[in-house]
């Protein structure tokens, strides 16, 4: 099934499925607030334009079997912390529960390691993702600790997760 996951830059044409996929309450309840919600074709596009301004590449499309299937990125860290990135990432709800999170944040962290010659990978994941926990511990990511009441999301505050994964090279 691995062959049938891959990650790829956004194209323009990305759009409407890029829209319809996170248009959903249940994605967006485990994203940051700046991600709009409700989720339009004007969101997607103006999106897909910021990533292709990146350079280096950092934001890209998981595709499955050939269909967009969610998003995944690294967002390089600054000045004292310029070896390191926080990686982020949803699925699209019809995907969901197919491996396609645990195969993208693998090429991804694999990327980030050796082209970006990053040195550290970290994610904050809140309480209740207990799913995007499991995805980054069946990568060899670690638990670094608890950000206790770090989050307020839809008017409730609650912990942060924060795991983070070493480049062993």
Same mark, same amino acid.
């Given at each position: 099934?691995?062959?049938?996951?891959?990650?790829?830059?956004?194209?323009?044409? +990305?759009?409407?499925?890029?829209?319809?996929?996170?248009?959903?309450?249940?994605?967006? +309840?485990?994203?940051?607030?700046?991600?709009?919600?409700?989720?339009?074709?004007? +969101?997607?596009?103006?999106?897909?334009?910021?990533?292709?301004?990146?350079?280096?590449?950092?934001?890209?499309?998981?595709?499955?079997? $050939?269909?967009?299937? $969610?998003?995944?990125?690294?967002?390089?860290?600054?000045?004292?912390?310029?070896?390191?990135?926080?990686?982020?990432?949803?699925? $699209?709800?019809?995907?969901?529960?197919?491996?396609?999170?645990?195969?993208?944040?693998?090429?991804?962290?694999?990327?980030?390691?050796?082209?970006? +010659?990053?040195?550290?990978?970290?994610?904050?994941?809140?309480?209740?993702?207990?799913?995007?926990?499991?995805?980054?511990?069946?990568?060899?990511?670690?638990?670094?600790?608890?950000?206790?009441?770090?989050?307020?999301?839809?008017?409730?505050?609650?912990?942060?997760?924060?795991?983070?994964?070493?480049?062993?090279?």
């Amino acid at each position: 099934m691995e062959e049938k996951i891959k990650i790829r830059p956004l194209k323009l044409s +990305d759009r409407a499925e890029l829209a319809k996929l996170a248009n959903n309450k249940k994605i967006w +309840d485990n994203l940051r607030d700046y991600i709009p919600f409700p989720y339009k074709e004007s +969101d997607a596009e103006f999106f897909i334009d910021l990533t292709k301004k990146e350079d280096p590449k950092q934001t890209f499309g998981i595709e499955y079997k $050939g269909k967009l299937s $969610g998003v995944i990125g690294l967002v390089m860290q600054k000045d004292v912390y310029q070896k390191s990135a926080e990686i982020g990432y949803w699925i $699209g709800e019809p995907f969901w529960g197919n491996g396609i999170a645990t195969k993208a944040v693998e090429l991804i962290t694999e990327y980030g390691f050796n082209q970006l +010659d990053l040195n550290r990978i970290y994610s904050g994941v809140f309480e209740y993702n207990i799913a995007s926990m499991k995805v980054l511990e069946k990568n060899g990511y670690k638990k670094e600790g608890i950000f206790k009441n770090a989050i307020l999301k839809n008017e409730k505050i609650c912990d942060e997760h924060r795991f983070y994964k070493l480049n062993e090279k």
